[in-house]
T-cell receptor
Framework: KNEVEQSPQNLTAQEGEFITINCSYS?????LHWLQQHPGGGIVSLFM???GKKKHGRLIATINIQEKHSSLHITASHPRDSAVYIC????????????FGKGTKLTVNP | GAVVSQHPSWVICKSGTSVKIECRSL??????MFWYRQFPKQSLMLMAT?????????EQGVEKDKFLINHASLTLSTLTVTSAHPEDSSFYIC??????????????FGPGTRLTVT
């Protein structure tokens, strides 16, 4: 079982819909990252969370440390949001390494 | 947010030749840089962790003599794929770490370099 599980694997939505992508992890963490990877391959860091909630534009990320769960929400989705969204965690204990989920492929249709 | 650049963005080389990929942190100093590779439809796989001024730490199964990493300054790390083979064709991504408050490290990713070995 992967230490970081994302759901769903694939998600198709209509423009304007509210989208939620989930990430569950099995280890204690010091931080959780949400990343966006466009079809061309480049990766953009969206959020780094250790507690609570962060918002940037139409993106909202939340984390529940007790439940070992994080969600990424996209409000008023747009076709340009189509990408793979990746959850990655840094385990507690001073590890420098990120453990990556397998990603959620989001397609937003006009 | 902080910007990490990679050069080149794509490269095609012949089998047996060497290729150098540069990773730069443009507006911050990165004491640690990470090198990943990604095969199609797979997640990122950490190859090595590079600290400025010291030898890189390679992950198990990654040949250090084949993938040479140099982290000469706080803003530049290079990955050289030596004697490239077609199976080295992949997407190589670097990431730079910025130390934050309370030890939470922000980590920023470069746009990646697509290597094709013919």
């Amino acid at each position: 079982k992967n230490e970081v599980e994302q759901s769903p694997q694939n998600l198709t939505a209509q423009e304007g819909e509210f989208i939620t992508i989930n990430c569950s992890y099995s280890v204690g963490i010091s931080a959780l990252h949400w990343l966006q990877q466009h079809p061309g391959g480049g990766i953009v860091s969206l959020f780094m969370l250790s507690s609570g909630k962060k918002k940037h534009g139409r993106l909202i990320a939340t984390i529940n440390i007790q439940e070992k769960h994080s969600s990424l929400h996209i409000t008023a989705s747009h076709p340009r949001d189509s990408a793979v969204y990746i959850c990655a965690v840094r385990a507690q204990g001073g590890s420098e390494k990120l453990v990556f989920g397998k990603g959620t492929k989001l397609t937003v249709n006009p | 947010g902080a910007v990490v650049s990679q050069h080149p963005s794509w490269v095609i080389c012949k089998s047996g030749t060497s290729v150098k990929i540069e990773c730069r942190s443009l507006d911050f100093q990165a004491t640690t840089m990470f090198w990943y590779r990604q095969f199609p439809k797979q997640s990122l796989m950490l190859m090595a962790t590079s600290n400025e001024g010291s030898k890189a730490t390679y992950e198990q199964g990654v040949e250090k003599d084949k993938f040479l990493i140099n982290h000469a300054s706080l803003t530049l790390s290079t990955l050289t794929v030596t004697s490239a083979h077609p199976e080295d064709s992949s997407f190589y991504i670097c990431s730079a770490r910025l130390a934050g408050v309370l030890g939470n490290y922000e980590q920023y990713f470069g746009p990646g370099t697509r290597l094709t070995v013919t």
